[in-house]
């Protein structure tokens, strides 16, 4: 009698610590940041190829790259990771610019994959801008980059930078992590854009491109 | 005669939505700077206008003049803003699109970009930019509810202001053919006595309407 009772209380007990750890863990969550991927899609460039070829190299910090949002007091409020967007987006374009693209593991493995040249990008900053924030009806983002690119040997050729934006009105957004990965998407976009077409323009590129051209005839 | 005999009798659901309508006035005007005219096998695409940094033009309301154009009597075929821009990524986007005919002009020269529209049978390329701003909000409504029940009371009105130009440019001469704008004001009102009734100004349908209308009867050349 008394052994059965004393099953019923450990069990109602063990019952009630379930519970409040439960409890705790909603509390919990309620208080944590929340998580959103970044995920979208881009189009192809309709553009003239670059009869050449190139090695791309995303390094770690860019494929995992991840932007943390604080509140007023300095808590996390959104982590959003948008490195696997910015690989797919970069695998997606460069294809379309260049005859021939080399996703290299390593910068090392860049002279024997015999590329002409390889891109490696690098994110510097990120900003979000939250309509809760600022007041305004958008979402916005901000990102710059540095661009790269280096010889096989890994010397360089040119460096320069370039920044995106991307905006999304609120309107018809259900939440606000639907906002931030429709600014992202619309910022990486505005990237791609900006990339491709100002590519051949920088300078040091420019300069790059016609060395190789003079190569490729005078072969 | 009783509520339920009322509708019984057929008292169309349609005309009452229409009497809980606000009235809305519409202006369209066309300014015309060269002959136009559309072949079965040609098309037009009408794209918005996103270079401001204060409003963009809303994909919506493109899309509803698209969908308007493209039926009727004097259909035209429109492709789609989203797939033209997505086909000629990236000359189309905000940062890059042409804000001249010279432009375009300038843009056709790439081969990419001239084989695309070729494809697509593009005639007219139709920029539509504007925005509905909201203003004069005035009243209060407020809302209750206890255990016998709840409801609200109180007063609300608004005014909405739809501004959209449409400029039209031939491809073949590279030359802005005209320019068609619509301007549509409404106030929305909502009193609430215990149900809030909502007799909305449907300003920003009405222009879509009205510059669907119109552009189509330019682009036919009627």
New interface residues.
């Given amino acids: 009698m008394f052994a059965v009772t004393g099953n019923r209380k450990t069990t109602a007990t063990r019952s009630l610590r379930v519970l409040a750890v439960l409890g705790m863990l909603a509390l919990l969550s309620a208080c944590g940041a929340s998580s959103l991927v970044v995920e979208g899609s881009y ?6 190829k670059i009869p050449l070829s190139l090695g791309l190299y995303l390094d770690e910090n860019l494929r995992n790259f991840l932007y943390i949002e604080y509140t007023e007091t300095g808590a996390e409020e959104y982590r959003v990771s948008s490195g696997q967007t910015h690989v797919q987006m970069f695998s997606n374009l460069l294809p379309a610019m260049f005859e021939r693209v080399q996703v290299l593991e390593s910068m090392d493995d860049a002279a024997a994959a015999g590329v002409d040249a390889v891109f490696a990008p690098s994110i510097e900053e990120f900003q979000l801008a939250l309509p809760q924030k600022t007041r305004l009806d958008s979402y916005e983002v901000w990102v710059k980059y540095n661009m790269r690119l280096l010889g096989p040997d890994g010397a360089y050729i040119a460096d320069w930078v370039l920044t995106s934006y991307g ?1 999304t ?1 609120m309107e018809g957004l259900l939440s606000v992590e639907g906002g931030i990965n429709e600014a992202t998407v619309s910022a990486l ?2 990237l ?3 990339f ?2 100002s590519f051949g323009a920088v300078p040091e590129v420019r300069d790059w491109l016609a060395s190789r051209q003079n190569v490729v005839s005078n072969q | 005669m009783s509520t339920s005999k009322f509708v019984r009798q057929g008292f169309p659901l349609w005309l009452l939505a229409g009497l809980l309508t606000a009235c809305t006035t519409t202006t369209v005007d066309e300014f015309r700077q060269g002959e136009t005219g559309i072949e079965s096998h040609e098309a037009i695409v009408i794209l918005g206008r996103r270079q401001g940094s204060t409003y963009e033009t809303r994909e919506e309301f493109v899309n509803c003049v698209g969908e308007r154009v493209s039926r009727g009597s004097g259909a035209i075929r429109v492709i789609p803003e989203k797939e033209f821009v997505d086909s000629l990524f990236p000359w189309f986007e905000p940062r890059t699109a042409p804000l001249r005919t010279s432009d375009l002009q300038a843009l056709m020269e790439e081969q990419v970009v001239a084989d695309k529209i070729e494809e697509y049978g593009v005639r007219y390329i139709v920029w539509v930019d504007g925005q509905t701003e909201t203003t004069n909000r005035t009243g209060s409504i407020s809302c209750a509810v206890g255990p016998g029940g709840g409801g609200c009371f109180g007063f609300g009105s608004w005014e909405d202001d739809s501004n959209f130009d449409a400029r039209v440019w031939d491809v073949s001469s590279f030359a802005n053919v005209g320019t068609i704008s619509t301007d549509a004001t409404g106030q929305s009102y909502v009193p609430a006595v215990v149900v809030p009734i909502p007799l909305i100004a449907r300003v920003e349908a009405n222009a879509c309407s009205s510059l669907a209308t119109q552009l189509q009867q330019f682009v036919n050349g009627d």
């Fill in positions: 189009p192809t460039p309709a553009v003239r905006k009105p976009r505005d791609a854009s900006n491709t077409l």
